[in-house]
């Protein structure tokens, strides 16, 4: 067991951390704004869309979740949306089980501080980043998040104002900046074909999933299947 | 409670639920001993996430997705800038959508 130390925010760590999501911040506010505009047309005020921006801060569940918001609220109708956030948010689940070394030099109250920031960009910047930080510099993660946060709490803030000004971001692949930035992201993670056994996996199990139910569930059911591939292949 | 009320807390509600997401995980790890097969597992899970993000996705993204996520792979394993890559991927999805695909 490693003994906890402090944390480390390095200032050179927190501008490479702002550094790596300027490349999505224009996904991002985008996203965000048309979070913000479809909220008001949803009828969330303004308060409400900013707080559910600034503390839930995960747009695919909120996304879902002002799908199915409503104007007289009943207790299913609540349950169902607690259980959608859950549903699409369940990768968070393995993201956070796969921070666990890169946390672990940390006390638990600054790592579980830290894992409240935790999104699939910050995530991605941390598997992107792994060997080019010292360890137990949690910078480059602080600084991820933080622009992320003001980022998507701003846009979010401005959609609601603006309202339709944005008419398809479709138009400009602005909703496919995720997807195609991770397909990036995997090339490097590419160690030869033995090792990508369990992507296949992993592959054929979403695809599956994503075949027979309509949520994001099946993100949950492929990682899940892939990590038990590797974890069951012999070196 | 009026429906103010109830809005805000579905929104805690919805926040606590995603903290619980965030933290499990984590949590979950600390109480499994990190064997040799559990380090395999742990190590093929990035990889394994990615991938069950990236190909649904796509694929419902249409022919759009499937060749931006083709274009920004070539892009990223031939020069290894992983922006050049993104900026490729969506160039060639915004065209294969203004051509009306």
């Not at chain 1, 925010?9 to 300027?22: E, T």
């Not at chain 1, 921006?53 to 909120?62: E, H, I, P």
């Not at chain 2, 559990?38 to 993000?53: H, K, Q, T």
Request: a positive charge.
């Amino acid at each position: 067991m490693n003994t906890p130390r402090s944390v480390v925010i390095s200032p050179s760590g927190l501008r490479l951390g702002v550094a790596s999501v300027i490349a999505l911040l224009p996904g991002v506010l985008a996203f965000g704004v048309s979070f913000g505009a479809v909220a008001a047309k949803m009828g969330l005020s303004l308060v409400d869309a900013a707080m559910m921006s600034g503390l839930v801060f995960a747009g695919a569940a909120q996304f879902v979740a002002i799908s199915a918001w409503q104007m007289d609220w009943t207790w299913a109708g609540a349950i169902t949306i607690c259980l959608l956030v859950g549903i699409v948010n369940s990768r968070l689940i393995l993201m956070g089980a796969s921070l666990r070394p890169t946390f672990s030099a940390l006390a638990p109250g600054p790592a579980y501080g830290l894992l409240a920031l935790n999104t699939d960009a910050s995530w991605i910047m941390m598997m992107r980043l792994e060997g080019k930080t010292e360890h137990g510099d949690v910078g480059a993660y602080v600084g991820a998040a933080a622009a992320l946060w003001a980022g998507w709490l701003l846009a979010t803030i401005a959609g609601w104002w603006l309202g339709a000004l944005i008419s398809d971001p479709r138009r400009y692949a602005l909703d496919l900046v995720m997807i195609i930035f991770f397909a990036c992201i995997l090339v490097p993670l590419w160690k030869g074909p033995r090792k990508a056994l369990p992507w296949l996996v992993a592959l054929a199990v979403a695809l599956i999933t994503q075949s027979v139910t309509s949520s994001q569930i099946y993100i949950l059911f492929g990682s899940l299947s892939g990590a038990i591939a590797g974890a069951f292949l012999d070196e | 409670m009026t429906n103010e009320a109830i809005s805000l807390a579905v929104i805690l509600a919805m926040a606590a639920t995603t903290y619980v997401c965030r933290s499990f995980g984590y949590f979950l790890m600390g109480y499994v001993p990190l064997t040799p097969r559990v380090r395999r597992g742990l190590e093929a899970l990035p990889g394994a996430v990615v991938v069950s993000i990236v190909v649904p996705g796509a694929v419902a993204a249409g022919p759009a997705g499937i060749a931006g996520v083709i274009a920004g792979m070539v892009v990223m394993a031939v020069t290894r800038h992983d922006i050049l890559g993104l900026l490729v991927g969506c160039a060639v999805a915004v065209g294969v959508r203004s051509a009306g695909l």
